[in-house]
């Protein structure tokens, strides 16, 4: 039986939001707000809203304080004021003060679990009347007979390995409505098709990404200070390729440890977990973090690439908010007031215009955009180096970002260079690897991500020859080093004719989509498995 031809159910709202997360959620209770007869719904892909949010997170107060004044009465339990900020520069053996940038002074700011805030705002949508559906995996867009975006299908459960059927199978339902939200985060699977179908980065830079690595370590007693904000570029990446860590300490003798790569380095034997790992192993971490526990790991990308990288923002029938539209400021290393910025902005022009129409040009007149504006020139200025990239952020800082010009960004993948044409540095990767996890196995535990072994490989590679010959001589498979997880393996090929194969353990997958941004062929498709797979991401 196919799967296309199948008799689905088919529910109707006002607005369908897709995407449980900060953004998604603060665009639903402000249309409740405004308009209350509305029929709203946010789907979230993951078991539970938050299981898949991950972010630093020190987050700007001011847009929640304009949606939910009273917030601060009953904030999320993982919630505390930034109290001290710290810069450093590392060295494979020194930690070295340096002045902390204006961008990234925290006074007034809160660190706090993203993980924890969403159900929090889940529980706000959902008593203003907003139908939350957990574990409701969007699966494609719908489209009416004009063309235009009509809703979403949600996917199936119980399908067998190879995409038929199985005995407990039940068809998605079609969730259908005039507007479309999108508010899936990085590098969206329904967000991607989209963009394409409607040229929505025609005439912009190609997006680019960072992945972040973050853990939640419990410590000795008196070792954390809470409200210290502790931030670092350098070491463990080289002056060529962009990359830094934070550490936020909070309450409880915990703290948050992280790291972000940027995908646009060149190197293809670049490992970004093993150079988290070494952070953590750092002279200055690890005194910190001696004698702790890991409690809880993850992994996600972030949209990084700023004002020439921003969509248009709508569409016939939909628009993107939050990270699904690359609204992140990286100099800030803040893009949660961002997306609830996003969110409650589109409410307002939906409930205002009852259509996408004008959303884009609404946003790009707004502080939000300003506000990349701004910085548009940070992140580029650092691909021709550290220094440079150093000495460019103080010029913008000095000119508040009115330089007349806009530096260019390229799609990451395109950077990363071929085996013979770059000259890895013996990076040292198991030197000192005395903190656990020490491999990506043991860290996808950590990650409490969870697979129904028996549904089809959620991760497309449309020619796995190429994996096999054509990388591996090129490039050397760089999947097996950018995925955080374990998920690309080149195995021996037992089925004859000797050589490797491309062994894919989709149940490790954290749902970072690091794969469907850094392959250098583009083969490789991040899609939605069943709902409620993935991740869990306690307190992250």
């Known amino acids: 039986m196919s799967t296309n031809t199948i008799e689905r159910d088919q529910m109707e709202y006002d607005v369908v939001i897709v995407g449980g997360g900060p953004a998604g959620l603060a665009c639903a209770i402000r249309l409740k707000q405004l308009k209350p007869g509305l029929s709203v719904c946010v789907l979230e892909k993951g078991a539970a809203v938050g299981a898949h949010s991950l972010s630093g997170c020190v987050m700007e107060p001011g847009p929640l304080d304009l949606l939910l004044p009273d917030w601060r009465q009953t904030p999320p339990a993982i919630c505390l004021q930034a109290t001290r900020d710290e810069f450093r520069f590392l060295t494979a053996t020194r930690s070295i003060w340096m002045p902390t940038p204006p961008q990234m002074h925290n006074q007034g700011n809160f660190i706090l679990s993203l993980g924890m805030l969403t159900p929090y705002l889940a529980q706000q949508a959902e008593s203003l009347g907003v139908d939350v559906f957990a574990g409701f995996a969007a699966a494609k867009a719908l489209l009416d007979e004009h063309g235009a975006v009509a809703g979403v299908q949600i996917g199936d459960m119980g399908l067998a390995r190879d995409g038929t059927p199985g005995p407990n199978f039940a068809p998605g339902p079609e969730v259908r409505a005039p507007i ?17 179908r409607f040229a929505l980065d025609s005439g912009c830079c190609p997006q680019t990404y960072g992945l972040g690595l973050k853990e939640l370590w419990q410590l000795p007693a008196g070792r954390a200070e809470p409200g210290l904000v502790q931030h670092s570029i350098g070491w463990p990446a080289d ?124 946003f790009r007149a707004s502080p939000a955009a300003q506000e990349l504006r701004k910085v548009r020139n940070f992140k580029p200025g650092f691909k021709r180096g550290l220094w440079l990239g150093l000495a460019n952020g103080a010029l913008e800082t000095v000119t508040g970002g009115r330089t007349p010009w806009t530096l260019k960004n390229k799609a990451d993948f ?35 991500t969870t697979h129904e072994e028996s549904q089809p490989v959620h991760l497309k590679v449309r020619d796995t020859s190429i994996c096999a010959d054509r990388c591996a001589t090129e490039f050397g498979n760089p999947c097996e080093r950018f995925c955080p997880a374990g998920v690309y393996e080149m195995v021996d090929d037992q089925r004859g004719g000797g050589g490797k194969r491309l062994q894919i353990n989709a149940s490790n997958c954290v749902h970072c989509k690091a794969c469907d941004i850094k392959d250098p062929y583009g083969i490789i498709t991040w899609t939605t498995p069943e709902g409620g797979s993935g991740p869990n991401y306690a307190n992250l």
């Open 414 to 448: 395109s950077q990363l260079k071929r085996l013979d044409e770059y000259r890895t540095p013996d990076r040292h990767w198991q030197a000192g690897r005395e903190l656990k996890p020490r491999d990506r196995l043991a860290a996808v535990y950590f990650a409490g």
């Open 239 to 362: 002056r060529s390729s962009y990359g830094g860590s934070f550490l936020y300490h909070l309450n409880d003798d915990r703290v948050y440890v992280g790291y972000v790569a940027g995908l646009d380095y060149q190197d293809p034997r670049f490992k970004p977990f093993e150079a988290f790992q070494q952070f953590k192993n750092h002279p200055s971490v690890k005194r910190l973090l001696a004698g702790g526990e890991i409690l809880t790991y993850g992994a996600r990308t972030i949209a990084a690439g700023g004002w020439q990288s921003l969509p248009k923002l709508e569409m016939p029938g939909a628009v993107l908010i939050g990270c699904a539209g690359g609204l992140i400021n990286v100099p800030k290393i803040k893009g949660v007031h961002q997306a609830i910025r996003s969110g409650s902005l589109a409410a307002e022009h939906l409930v205002e215009t009852g259509s996408p129409a004008g959303f884009d040009a609404r």
């Open 180 to 196: 479309t939200v999108l508010a899936e985060g990085a590098r969206g699977s329904i967000t991607k098709e989209l963009v394409a």
